[in-house]
């Protein structure tokens, strides 16, 4: 907790002794509950701020945890692996999982499988959220995790650089805007060209397309990125090679 200057207002809540590596995930609304991810076994715990405790949520293999303006009584977690980061007989199957931060105990209140391993996700207005799949897909699914719409919604296939199409591309790191209209999605694969996607205006086909810029180079990872208010500076953390950097870009009006 900050007060307006910066400093810290309360002791800190110390990690669980168990937990390696630690990865904050996110922050619920209101700022209570923190989704901390012990890295060595993708292990999640939710820190409670408020009376100080942490709970151990019975899952594994976490890539994220969203938490949802509409919903801040929940926690949506994405569950996936890949050869490349755990053992071929360890085999779990990729899905979000949607838990209620005052019935843990319970395990998970809904679950749906997914065709694809997700990589980021976010809350949109009324509930739900649209999933980011590495196959370049986007899904969006109600608060019970029903999905919604006719169809799984893929991104659009236009080329990024080099003959490289989306659909070979994977949904790094996404965003929207707190009006929910707006979707920003990162978007690279191994040492091919990193670009950033625009979307805005969901319609009945899905999200249009507004505007699409490439990052120079070709051994750029992008591991987060964070929309100004005003959708006019978009902030990215970058590993280039050796370097790791944030940078400033400024988002032009589509003509």
Do not use: M
Request: proline share 7%; hydrophobic share 40%.
């Amino acid at each position: 907790e900050l007060s307006p200057r910066g400093e810290q207002l309360q002791e800190p809540l110390r990690l669980p002794s168990d937990s390696e590596l630690p990865a904050a995930l996110d922050l619920s609304p209101g700022g209570r509950w923190v989704a901390l991810r012990a890295n060595h076994a993708a292990e999640v715990w939710l820190g409670d701020l408020k009376d100080r405790r942490w709970v151990k949520l019975e899952t594994r293999h976490v890539n994220a945890a969203v938490f949802s303006p509409s919903a801040p009584h929940q926690v949506l977690l994405l569950v996936g692996t890949s050869s490349l980061n755990f053992k071929n007989d360890d085999v779990v199957k990729s899905a979000c999982e949607l838990w209620d931060l005052d019935q843990v105990s319970a395990g998970c209140a809904a679950r749906l499988l997914l065709p694809g391993r997700p990589n980021v996700a976010e809350p949109v207005e009324g509930g739900g959220w649209l999933i980011g799949l590495r196959t370049g897909e986007i899904l969006q699914v109600d608060r019970d995790l029903v999905r919604v719409g006719p169809a799984w919604w893929p991104l659009e296939r236009q080329a990024v650089g080099g003959g490289l199409g989306f659909e070979e591309g994977i949904p790094v790191s996404g965003l929207a805007t707190p009006e929910r209209n707006h979707l920003i999605v990162t978007s690279g694969h191994d040492d091919r060209p990193q670009a950033c996607f625009s979307w805005h205006t969901r319609s009945a086909r899905g999200w249009a397309r507004s505007e699409r810029f490439e990052l120079p180079g070709r051994t750029l990872s992008i591991f987060s990125c964070q929309l100004s208010p005003d959708r006019s500076t978009l902030a990215l953390v970058i590993r280039d090679g050796s370097e790791s950097r944030c940078e400033l870009w400024r988002l032009r009006r589509p003509r």
